[in-house]
Each structure stands twice: as structure tokens, then as C-alpha cells.
């Protein structure tokens, strides 16, 4: 994922004050003076934050905590201003350009006392999830923090009860911790939304989409993508009962949470193992390949590196192997590990914090992944500050999940020689598309869940009381999971992941994976790809890169709608192509549960 700048500034001396009794001013050019002044200040500001921050995440220590909230407050005090003086302007006959840049500058902001807590939270949340360490019973002397161990007993072990001790330990003593201090940010996040003009923080959270009804259009293509879904749920349903038995999984029940791969159940991408369709095929995951070529952590990086400069895109900056952090350290310092890209705000400095395990495909793909990030960053460094995000958030996610999904292909695979050989069958595409679902499809309702949830939240549809249990009514419903074990009013489930405790929406994720295989759809087309998409393969392809980078460089210049159109002369979100992608496994999946005589659903507890 990519770090965002918060709008958690210390305004310099912006030429231009107003009252609520001067006149609104009219003069573009006084406006354009002003957008160039705070673009200047805002750019050093960011910058300066962003290294504190970076070296607060790097090395988690008291002190370099509260230079990071100090920096950003700096970085909230200055916005705050700014949106005052750019009030002044009456920009009804102002070009397109400058009316854009002026509706994003700055915000409001709540009392000094208010924000700084509001800091002071949002840190104190981070601080326990990255320095949570958790001690393993059977073993004398074992306490291990989420990276890599706990993550890595979460993606292979199959004993249940060494799973479900996990689980629930990590819920206990971070959720726990972080529920008193999750209740006032929700507090402190809707009293900042309100003070802008939104209904709540769902409310402004939504509107950056740009469209009129922004939740209708996603739960609108959800109910497009549910009945593959459950298809996919119900077949590993299935697989999961042959490894834990009927005392575990009821067929035609929901699943229990603690064994769908990862600490939340967000991918499934560690169960192939066991939903591989066709054994005896290549493999689809390389890392026996990788040890074998001695995949370090560096040759990693170089090779997602490649990939991009191969289709006529940047290469990251020499600063970049010099100043990111690519590997957990081995000096004792407390890191946060999620894989994250950044971008300093200065047009050279670009880093990615990833504690990256050598010989490992999943890393390899996550490398693409955050590399993408830093790619779209290095396409809009020379626009205004204002400008230098995504076209919207599901955007930049789809760039980093696109290029994984490229450089995980088994075309691509072999023609950097991961692969020996590359059979072109059926049997072979179902392995690779099970793969590519693992991560994509099983996603889906999980992220709507977290922000339907949140958003309730914020609207307060739920007592605070209740906000666990509803939590898991949602998941039930929609996702087919449950929790392992009773949950209780002590208990605040969703704050345990890296996104929710850290203000990040997750609606992203949702948007990015339909509009990946939009993305995708084009980019092959160009490629000069013929034959079923899920086959395409367009690393290499220049003219790919080109119109990709063409849509990059717009950055938040203009609307969503215009930058997809720019690069798939669409304007909307489509499932079509995602469907399309996954057909052939749709009908697998349909013949495999019908056969098995599986329920397609579930049925609530």
C-alpha cells in the first residue's frame, strides 16, 4: 500500500488575508500567486513530516513519535490556514485548472488541544499494533511479533488450536488496548468531518470518489461479483473440511476466521496448497525456483525493477537503495513491517518499508505491488502538490495489484526463467486463475465489510456497545465468516488490522480490483494480445507502458472518470472484465461444487 499524506501545517507568509467583511477577489492571476506560494510551503512541509514520520515507523521510539505528530500537526495548523485565505477568491470565472487546485487546498481544523490528541491516538494505536509481541505457550522463551512470525505460523500451520491461540491473542491485546483509543478517534475523525461540511467521516471519505452515490455503485457491482464469490467460498469450504474434519467445518455452514491464511482472513492466498485444481502442473508459486537462483532480498527488488523498465517506465532512483528499508533490521529497533511505498514530496526521494523474506514469490508479487506506487508517484512528481495522488484511492491500488498480477503470470514467470517450461493448457489456467482469485475475489466482500461496518459507525447506526457483534453480524452476512470464539463487549475486532487503526479507508481495495482487470482488459488489447485475457501477458510491451504512463501523469489533476478514460475510453467502473478474467474458473467452480453436492451459500449459525 502507499503511505498518504494526513491531513494532520505553520503557514508561512501567504501574501493574501481575508475577513468575512472584504470583498471576494476575482483576479485569477492574484489566485494563481497564491496556489504557487502554498504549493512551495506545502511541498517542504510535507516533506519534512514525511521523514518524520518515516523515521518514527523505522525505529518506534517515544521521542520520534512525537517529532512525527508534531511535524504533522505543523503540517494541519498550515492547511487550516490556507483554507481560510483561499476562501478570499471568487472563482466563478476562473479556469478549470485553478477552480481544481483551490478546492483542494487545505481544510479546517479543530482546536490546537483537539488535533494534537487526535495525533496522539492515531500514534498510540500504531505503537501497539507495531510493537505487540505475542507469547506462544508451547514454547519456552517464544514471544513474536506480528512480522514475520506470527504471519508466518497464520500462513502455514494447520493445528487448530496453535491457529485459533493466535488469533485470539492478537485480538485480545491489541483490540483490547486499542478499542478506548479507536472510540475517541471516531469521535475526534466525525467532529473534523462535520466542522468541513460533511455529515460524517464515511461522508467525506466517499466524496473523494467524486460520484453521486458512491455506495449504490459499489454494492451494485458486488451484486454482480457475489455469485463467483460464493462459488469460491463454498469450494474451500470444502477443501477446508478435508483438512480439519466435520468437528470444524460445517459444510454448510460459515467459515471459522482464523483459517483463511493471514491474521484477518483478508487474502487466501496461503491456502493454494490446498485448492491447487491440477497437481503435477508447473508450479505457480516459484520460491523453490527463487532459492534455487538465489532470489535475495535484493535481486527481489531488481527484478520488480526490471519489469518496469522493460515496458519503457521509470526505474527508481539510485537514493532509493540507499535510503529504503527493505529488510526487517537486525539491531534491535521496533519497526512497523506492512509493506508500504513512499513518497517524500520533493520529485526524487521515493522508499518502500517492507521487512521482505529472501527466496519468498508472495514478497516478489508484493514488490510489484509497492513499485507500482512508487511508479505512479514518479509520473506526477512535477504537478502541484495538490494534484500528486491517484485519480482516487482505488486507483493507485489497482496500479501496484495490476503489475503483481503481470509479473505473476506463468508467461512472465518463464521468460525470466522461474518457470522451465510453459504449458499452455486448461489445467494450468485453472491453477493460475485459483491463485489470482485467492487474492482478488476472496477480497472483495472482505473490504466492503470494513468500510459498510465503518461507515455505519460514523453514521451512528450502532451503540457503542454493540459495535463488536454488529461487526460480526456484517461479517456473517456477507463474508460467510465467523468468529472461532465468543466474542465480548471487551472486544473491538476491526481496529486489529493495520488499515483501520491507521485512518486508512479500505473501500480502495474494493474499487482497485475491478479496476485492475479494466486496466488489464486495455493493456493487453495494446500489447497486442490475442486470445483469452486470463492468458494476456503485456510485461515487455512499450506501447503498454506508454498509454499506462499517460494516465499516471494526470495524477489527481483531473476526475477519476477522465483519467480512465484516458487509458480505457470508459467511464465508469465495469465487472465486466473481471468476470471475463475469472469465467473459466466461475464454470469450474460451479462443476466442482455441484459435483461435490455443496451447499453454495451458508447457512447463518
Known amino acids: 500500500m502507499r503511505v498518504a499524506c494526513i491531513g494532520l501545517l505553520f503557514i508561512s507568509a501567504v501574501s493574501f488575508t481575508t475577513s468575512a467583511a472584504s470583498p471576494k477577489n476575482s483576479n485569477e492571476e492574484d489566485a494563481k500567486q497564491f496556489l504557487a506560494e502554498y504549493d512551495a510551503t506545502y511541498g517542504v512541509l510535507l516533506n519534512e513530516a514525511t521523514k518524520a514520520s518515516w523515521k518514527y515507523e523505522t525505529n518506534i521510539t517515544d521521542e520520534n513519535s512525537q517529532v512525527s505528530q508534531d511535524a504533522w500537526l505543523k503540517v494541519s495548523s498550515f492547511n487550516a490556514e490556507a483554507f481560510v485565505n483561499s476562501s478570499q477568491f471568487d472563482a466563478t470565472d476562473f479556469s478549470y485548472d485553478t477552480k481544481r487546485q483551490l478546492s483542494k487546498v487545505g481544510s479546517k481544523s479543530l482546536s490546537d488541544e483537539e488535533m494534537e490528541e487526535l495525533s496522539s491516538v492515531i500514534a498510540q494505536m500504531g505503537d501497539i499494533y507495531g510493537s505487540t509481541k505475542i507469547c506462544l505457550p508451547w514454547e519456552d522463551d517464544s514471544c513474536l511479533y506480528l512480522e514475520p512470525g506470527l504471519t508466518e505460523i497464520m500462513a502455514d500451520s494447520t493445528n487448530y488450536t496453535e491457529r485459533l491461540f493466535v488469533w485470539e491473542e492478537w485480538r485480545r491485546v491489541v483490540g483490547q488496548q486499542i478499542k478506548p483509543m479507536y472510540v475517541r478517534y471516531v469521535e475526534l475523525k466525525n467532529k473534523l468531518a462535520v466542522l468541513n461540511g460533511f455529515s460524517d467521516l464515511g461522508d467525506e471519505w466517499r466524496s473523494r470518489y467524486e460520484t453521486d452515490d458512491f455506495e449504490s455503485d459499489i454494492l ?5 461479483l457475489e455469485p463467483m464469490y460464493k462459488e469460491l467460498h463454498a469450494y474451500i469450504r470444502r477443501k477446508l473440511y478435508d483438512v480439519y474434519g466435520p468437528d470444524y467445518i460445517d459444510l454448510r455452514g460459515p467459515l471459522p476466521a482464523h483459517l483463511l491464511s493471514d491474521m484477518w482472513g483478508r487474502f487466501w492466498n496461503n491456502l493454494y496448497k490446498i485448492a491447487e485444481p491440477f497437481s503435477g502442473k508447473p508450479a505457480i508459486d516459484p520460491s523453490q525456483a527463487m532459492k534455487e537462483q538465489n532470489y535475495t532480498v535484493l535481486k527481489m527488488f531488481h527484478t520488480g525493477d526490471d519489469f518496469y523498465a522493460a515496458m519503457g517506465l521509470y526505474r527508481v532512483p539510485d537514493t532509493f537503495w540507499d535510503l529504503s528499508m527493505l529488510e526487517k533490521p537486525d539491531d534491535g529497533r521496533e519497526v512497523i513491517c506492512h509493506a508500504t511505498a513512499w513518497d517524500f514530496y520533493d520529485a526524487k526521494d521515493y522508499r518502500i518499508r517492507m521487512c521482505t523474506r529472501d527466496f519468498n514469490f508472495e514478497d516478489l508479487n508484493t514488490i510489484h505491488h509497492e513499485l507500482g506506487h512508487i511508479q505512479y508517484d514518479q509520473h506526477y512528481k512535477t504537478l502541484p502538490q495538490v494534484y500528486r495522488d491517484g485519480a482516487n484511492d482505488g486507483f493507485h491500488e489497482a496500479i501496484g495489484e495490476l503489475m503483481a498480477m503481470a509479473g505473476a503470470t506463468p508467461s512472465h514467470l ?25 487474492i482478488t475475489i476472496s477480497t472483495l466482500p472482505f473490504h466492503l465489510v470494513n468500510d459498510l461496518w465503518r461507515w455505519k459507525v460514523f453514521r451512528g447506526e450502532f451503540e457503542l456497545a454493540d459495535w463488536n457483534s454488529e ?13 472461532p470464539v465468543e466474542r465480548t463487549e471487551a472486544d473491538l475486532d476491526p ?29 493487453c488489447e495494446l500489447s497486442g494480445h490475442e486470445g483469452p485475457l486470463h492468458r494476456c501477458d503485456f510485461s515487455g510491451s512499450t506501447e503498454a507502458g506508454a498509454a499506462l504512463g499517460e494516465m499516471l501523469a ?52
Open 220 to 224: 451494485g457491482l458486488y451484486t454482480q
Open 414 to 438: 518463464y521468460s525470466i526463467g522461474l518457470l522451465d517450461e510453459l504449458v499452455e493448457d486448461e489445467e494450468l489456467d485453472m491453477n493460475f486463475l485459483m491463485s489470482q482469485a485467492l
Open 471 to 483: 461487526y460480526w453480524k456484517l461479517k456473517e452476512e456477507i463474508v460467510g465468516v465467523v468468529a
Open 495 to 523: 481496529p486489529t488490522i493495520f488499515h483501520i487503526n491507521q485512518d486508512y479507508d479500505m473501500v480502495r481495495y474494493f474499487a482497485r480490483t475491478i479496476l485492475q482487470f479494466q486496466f488489464a482488459e486495455k493493456l
Open 554 to 605: 494526470l495524477g489527481a489533476s483531473r476526475p477519476w472518470q477522465d483519467a480512465l478514460e484516458v487509458l480505457t475510453g470508459e467511464r465508469k467502473m465495469d465487472a465486466g472484465a473481471i468476470l471475463k478474467f475469472f469465467d473459466p474458473l466461475y464454470e469450474y467452480l460451479q462443476e466442482t461444487n455441484f459435483n461435490n453436492g455443496d451447499l453454495v451459500g451458508w447457512e447463518k449459525l
